[in-house]
């Protein structure tokens, strides 16, 4: 047993060491600059892959049966798809539907109300909150410190196996932030590499008329908030930004989702209400909630065709990006299995 | 490490913050009167940032660290260094942390936030935190919970002081919470754990228990 556990030890440092420094992070030459400074904090690939292996592992819940990907899978553009609200620990079920993670280095606040200011510390939302991951930063701590596959990975990433909470921390914002999708359809027809069909062309036209105003292109996000007319849930009751503001003028305020990967990402608004596109554009052009936040452009509705909303969805499926979706440096790092097994 | 490369002579000054009740040093989980219960204190916690020295307005030395969490569970001196001549008569620091410092992501030592000083589920530190039991007769047990802080507007808590002071080696701060406990505003709340307008009212109570101590 002690000579099998040493001897994956030895494998898994091996593996580590042969792991070649990636250049990780390269802003997609149509992106604006992003709003993560990543001259103050640049991005290291061993400090990635040891917040990669945190991001996969469910030693950061109290029992140890949640990790972020149970919510955020690779495979739904890390969002969590069938569940409208999101599902944690002890099938516990939250108020919110848990958002895609992509381009994460261009968003100022995070959260569907705009909790968060900074990547870094969003991880401390979860792990703490009692439906999702339920567990004390300290516990965790302690957690990591047993582990001889995280000491040495803490040592490659930081020079020393001080485990703290704020070099935890930065290691999975570092995962997160090498998130970046820019490879859709749309991305090569916007660099001259492929072009729209018809159809595409007049959703794409019909698109910058009524969408863009909240969804911009590039990233489909201004990742300002804005109610755009949903009926206030009454099993939630959720206020959106007037929760962190306490500003009347904010209530029902959501963070602008990217519209980009909507084909993984289903259900959708901030309590995933709706499970297909066609009932959010039927939402936009019939059944718009007026109110004294609406916003402005939204306050009658968006008048459009049948034909109309199948040319619009034809756009928004130029936005989903399968290389970003099934990129290996994404995936489950198999490391963690090899250095559970048998114990 | 940081003061054996001296370029001129310098002095030490030591800064202590002493948290007291009714004119007696607050330790933590003792029985005190209040009102007409008895008062036991389980948290007094509270952050100094950018403590600084200044003869008259200019300034004439600062802390080592940006900010410092003071403990009652915790004693501990700041040490500042001065040139060895200079002659100080105000101290000024902020009670909290500031705007700057709260966004800029996870930070270490005294801002790491797991020390229980950081709000997990909406960004943001908080500046004081007091956790009280009454006990009493007529009260059963009663408890105070105060999570001072918050760093956005309209609701920013941070707290400027500024304190006259003779010149010594070392400075005692006296932090009496006598008159906050038994302030109007302050009994009538009873739990406040996020930032919002009774936050920002309790954190400006507060910040008038920094007196010099002349002991």
Redo the contacts between chains.
């Keep these: 047993m002690k000579s099998a556990k040493v001897f994956l030890m030895v494998s898994i440092l091996l593996f580590l060491a042969a792991q070649k420094p990636i250049s990780f992070w390269q802003k997609p030459p149509h992106f604006p600059k992003p709003t993560f400074d990543f001259k103050e904090k640049p991005l290291d690939s061993t400090k990635v892959f040891l917040g990669r292996m945190l991001f996969f592992d469910p030693i950061l819940s109290k029992d140890n049966s949640v990790s972020c990907a149970s919510c955020h899978s690779p495979y739904n553009a890390f969002a969590h798809t069938d569940h409208p609200v999101s599902h944690g620990i002890n099938d516990q079920i939250g108020n919110r539907n848990a958002p895609a993670l992509f381009n994460l280095a261009w968003q100022k606040l995070f959260m569907w109300d705009g909790a968060i200011n900074h990547i870094e510390v969003q991880s401390l939302a979860p792990i703490s909150q009692p439906k999702e991951m339920n567990e004390n930063i300290n516990t965790v701590l302690e957690k990591l410190k047993k582990s001889n596959l995280y000491k040495s990975a803490f040592k490659r990433a930081f020079g020393d196996t001080i485990i703290t909470s704020a070099k935890l921390l930065k290691a999975i914002a570092q995962f997160e932030l090498t998130l970046v999708s820019a490879n859709a359809k749309y991305d090569k027809v916007y660099l001259g590499k492929d072009s729209f069909t018809d159809q595409e062309k007049r959703g794409y036209n019909l698109f910058k008329q009524h969408c863009n105003s909240c969804h911009q292109e590039p990233l489909f996000s201004s990742y300002e908030f804005e109610n755009n007319g949903l009926k206030a849930d009454t099993t939630y009751n959720d206020y959106g930004r007037f929760l962190m503001s306490h500003n009347p003028k904010d209530s029902f305020k959501f963070k602008i989702p990217s519209l980009r990967n909507l084909a993984y990402t289903y259900p959708y608004m901030h309590d995933g209400r709706f499970k297909k596109l066609s009932e959010v554009l039927n939402h936009y052009s019939n059944d718009i909630k007026t109110s004294s936040t609406i916003a402005e452009p939204l306050k009658n509705g968006i008048p459009l065709t049948g034909n109309d909303k199948a040319d619009i969805i034809a756009l928004l499926n130029t936005l989903n990006d399968r290389a970003f979706v099934f990129n290996p440096a994404h995936q489950f790092p198999k490391e963690l299995l090899k250095a559970n097994e048998g114990k | 490490m940081l003061f054996n490369v001296l370029v001129q002579a310098q002095n030490s000054i030591s800064i202590k913050f002493e948290p007291t009740f009714k004119q007696v040093r607050l330790e933590p989980n003792v029985a005190y009167p209040y009102l007409s219960d008895s008062i036991q204190f389980q948290e007094l916690k509270f952050y100094i940032g950018y403590l600084q020295l200044y003869q008259d307005d200019s300034l004439v030395a600062y802390s080592p660290q940006t900010h410092y969490l003071i403990d009652i569970h915790q004693k501990q001196a700041i040490t500042l260094s001065i040139p060895s001549k200079a002659k100080f008569n105000q101290l000024r620091f902020q009670l909290g942390v500031d705007s700057i410092t ?7 030592g005294d801002l ?3 020390l229980g000083m ?1 709000w ?5 530190y908080i500046h004081t935190k007091i956790e009280a039991s009454i006990l009493g007769s007529n009260r059963n047990k009663t408890h105070f919970t105060y999570h001072l802080g918050g760093y ?1 507007f309209p ?1 920013n808590s941070l707290q400027t002081i500024q304190l006259s002071l003779d010149q010594t080696e070392t400075i005692k701060i006296e932090v009496d919470i006598t008159a906050f406990l038994e302030h109007k505003d302050v009994l009538k709340q009873s739990v406040i754990m996020s930032p ?1 307008p009774a936050s920002l009212a309790l954190s400006q109570i507060f910040a008038y228990s920094f007196k010099v101590s002349q002991k």
């Excluded at chain 2, 709260?102 to 270490?108: C, I, N, P, T, Y």
């Excluded at chain 2, 997990?120 to 943001?124: A, E, L, V």
């Design positions: 709260s966004v800029s992501g996870a930070l270490e790491d936030p797991s950081y997990t589920w909406q960004s943001g956005q609701f919002k």
